[in-house]
């Protein structure tokens, strides 16, 4: 049982920030307006997630830390997080609603107890809880119509299975910790063993396929975004994050993420920018 005092903070910071991420969060591309309160969203979530993913913590003692977290969100307690505090002002600056965030401390308790899922549509359920709110936040930020939710919601669950592809053998080595559906593995004759070899086996890049196949089509319908959001910096950041994403599944379609990270460069990042704004 944690012998944590009552007044000291829950949170224990891994030292990565925005500029660790494959993805802009609340770049240049935004108005400088929403840039503040995307960040205190990010900083929220990067410690939530930091607690999820400790290595040290004991299950329990991650739950009872979020529970502080989400306790400070929602203004039943003032101390105990620093990150929570400070979201909780910016969302009363903001008039955004708090629930965006209580449904990432969903997914991040289910990743202090929960170490795999049997099918794709179990996936599909914690992608709902650890990626779509980011999206839904950004846009009810923005002040954008509920529309946009849908192809946000493709967006954001096509980059969060792209990176549970890209660090599938990290998070087994580190947390043994697997996303990948056990159902695909079997069908495909593999197991999460097959993750701990110096190179993805046959079975292993057949499961990779298959939800980059699935990744097409989430990319698909995420392509409406950028062309129904209203705030045309919004539709910009969308438009370089989806083309960002299409560069993402057709580079870990032609490489084995389990030999070596598969990942996105500044080139990338350049030329999803000037195709966007080529676009719009």
Known sequence: MSTMTQTEDVETWSGKDRGDENFPVGSWLIERRFR?????????????????????????????????????LLGHRD????????????????????????????????????????????????????A???????????????????????LC?????????QDSAKDLKALNRCYLPLALMRHFNCSVEDLLRPAE??????????????????NLAASELPEIAVNMRLRLECAVILGLALRLTARLSQH?????????????????????VFKL
């Open 201 to 218: 086996s046959r079975g292993i890049r057949r499961v990779f396929d298959t939800l980059l196949d699935r990744i097409n089509r989430l």
């Open 36 to 72: 503040k309160p995307m960040h205190c969203f990010y900083a929220f979530a990067r410690n939530a997630d930091d607690i999820a993913d400790s290595p040290v913590l004991s299950p329990e003692d991650k739950i009872r830390r979020l529970d502080i977290m989400e306790e400070v």
């Open 79 to 130: 101390v105990g997080s620093r990150s929570a505090l400070a979201l909780r002002h910016s969302l009363a600056e903001t008039r955004v609603r708090a629930i965006h965030a209580q449904e990432l401390l969903v997914a991040f308790r289910r990743d202090a107890t929960q170490l795999r899922y049997e099918s794709i549509d179990d996936l599909y359920d914690y992608c709902r809880y650890s």
């Open 132 to 154: 779509v709110p980011v999206g839904r936040y950004v846009l009810d930020l923005h002040g954008e119509r509920h529309e946009c939710y849908s192809p946000s919601d493709a």
């Open 256 to 276: 084995d993420p389990i030999a070596k990270r598969v990942k996105l460069t500044r080139t990338d990042a350049l030329m999803s920018v000037m195709l966007s």
């Open 157 to 165: 669950m096509s980059l969060q299975i792209l990176n549970h592809i």
